[in-house]
């Protein structure tokens, strides 16, 4: 009997010993759920230009113990590919009975042009906590690929982009009459987009035009929005000067832009007309006498006057304007008379007036850029020193390359250095003048000296108008 019940207990220690052998979940306690990473992309089939958006979903079993890692950029040719500055949102999930804690972030994806790309798959670094310690570790994503192409009609355009609402237009710092020889228009062109960044935006070509003198400047480049769910806007101004050399009709070229519309899938075209206008000859300039034409035998025709003194008479008293115009001298000389008689010269003030403009700085400039036309080194130098010693005070300390330091840009200084060079060391290899460079750079200095001035003028306290009006557009 005591024989049986010890075979008993060896058999079920036996038994014991195999069951931990043979169960490796008996022997060993579970391990612990892995983290999971989810990745997608959206949509697959894209326009060139339009944001794709790649999704990263990152999840653990328990809570993260430091930020998550992601790269910063995807680099694949041919695609823009940035982490997005939205803000990442959270996740709870529960998962074949286990509860986890994520994050879901996003890139966008631009395709600069037509087919199929593939982004790899990255390396995003986590740190979260498992049985009360931190674990460090890296997931990597899942590779991703779309295709990008152009919409009918975009195919020769050499730039494209995607928006939902795109804007083109112009306006001119002065309106387009009246004006003459020497003066200076400034054109500025305003593009914007929405969700399309300001670089993605077509560049703007300037033509040179007959008679007229065309310096574009540096475009300026601005986005602003994009974080917490804002609405991304991309703006893009070209500013671009002309300057009149000879009188006569001008037609500055009008723009036309194509974008794909977004909203209803189809391309869209955007424009700002031709600008028109005629330029007058330079008051100030040596009028020209023109010869009478000859006839076909050679001799030069006088003028002929058939009508006679008295006829002409009485056509000017009878025409309609002639009472009016007779009355409104007659109030002239009268109110010329009163003010004589209290001492006051009207004429002398006018003329007075007249100098001061014809000496003031805008009308300066005009005639110092007119006169820089394929001037050389040294007539430029002394052309715009005159200029130079109008603006500063009593025309004392006035120095070239000291304007060229405070407000030119590496263009007018590299010419302000060839002009000395060629002046003061002339055997120097690099003292290359370029004259039209010397007057488009010269043109840019001076718009940033105005724009100095103006920030460091006095500024008066008023109120507001109850109804501000909207800025002028030409």
Not at 173 to 186: E, N, S, T, Y
Not at 188 to 203: C, D, F
Not at 346 to 352: D, E, G, S
Request: hydrophobic letters at 40%.
């Amino acid at each position: 009997m005591i024989g049986g019940v010890f075979k008993l207990k060896v058999f079920a220690l036996l038994m014991a010993v195999t069951s931990v052998i043979t169960c490796p979940a008996l022997a060993a306690p579970a391990a612990a759920p892995a983290p999971i990473i989810r990745t997608e992309i959206s949509p697959r089939l894209a326009m060139v230009g339009q944001t794709v958006t790649l999704k990263v979903d990152v999840l653990v079993p328990s809570w993260f113990t430091a930020p998550i890692d992601y790269p910063a950029a995807i680099s694949v040719a041919g695609v823009t590919a940035q982490l997005s500055n939205s803000a990442a949102i959270n996740l709870n999930e529960r998962i074949d009975n286990q509860s986890y804690a994520g994050m879901s972030k996003l890139y966008t994806v631009v395709a600069q042009q037509a087919g199929e790309f593939k982004l790899p798959a990255l390396p995003v670094k986590i740190s979260y906590a498992v049985d009360g310690a931190t674990r460090a570790m890296t997931l990597q994503t899942t590779p991703q690929s779309f295709r990008a192409a152009l919409p009918a009609g975009a195919e020769n355009l050499g730039y494209f982009f995607a928006t939902p609402n795109y804007s083109l237009k112009q306006t001119t710092d002065k309106p387009l009459h009246r004006l003459k020889v020497g003066d200076a228009i400034v054109r500025r062109i305003t593009q914007r987009a929405e969700g399309v960044a300001a670089m993605n935006l077509p560049g703007l070509s300037f033509a040179e035009l007959d008679g007229v003198s065309v310096y574009p400047a540096e475009a300026q480049l601005d986005d602003s929005g994009g974080e917490r769910g804002k609405l991304r806007l991309g703006e893009r101004v070209d500013v671009v000067t002309y300057v009149l050399r000879t009188p006569g009709a001008v037609e500055l070229p009008g723009l036309k832009i194509g974008s794909f519309d977004t909203v209803n899938g189809k391309m869209r075209w955007t424009s700002v007309p031709t600008l028109r206008f005629e330029v007058a000859p330079d008051p100030r300039a040596d009028s020209v006498v023109k010869s009478p034409a000859p006839r076909d035998d050679g001799v030069l025709s006088a003028p002929t006057d058939n009508l006679s003194l008295r006829t002409k008479l009485l056509r000017a008293w009878r025409d309609p304007t002639t009472l009016p115009t007779m009355g409104a001298m007659a109030g002239l000389l009268f109110i010329a008379f009163l003010l004589k008689r209290k001492g006051i010269r009207p004429i002398a003030k006018l003329q007075r007036w007249r100098e001061q403009r014809r000496n003031a700085e805008p009308a300066q400039f005009r005639l110092c850029i007119t006169s820089l036309h394929n001037a050389d080194a040294g007539r430029a130098l002394t052309i715009a020193m005159h200029w130079l010693n109008q603006i500063k005070a009593n025309g004392r300390g006035a120095s070239l390359t000291q304007f060229a330091a405070d407000y030119g840009d590496d263009e007018f200084r590299r010419c302000v250095k060839q002009q000395q060079d060629q002046l003061f060391a002339p055997n120097r290899i690099d003292s290359t003048w370029n004259a039209l460079s010397f007057e488009r750079s010269l043109i840019s200095a001076r718009r940033r000296w105005l724009q100095s001035r103006r920030m460091s003028s006095p500024q008066h306290c008023h109120l507001p108008p109850l109804n501000p009006a909207h800025d002028s557009i030409y």
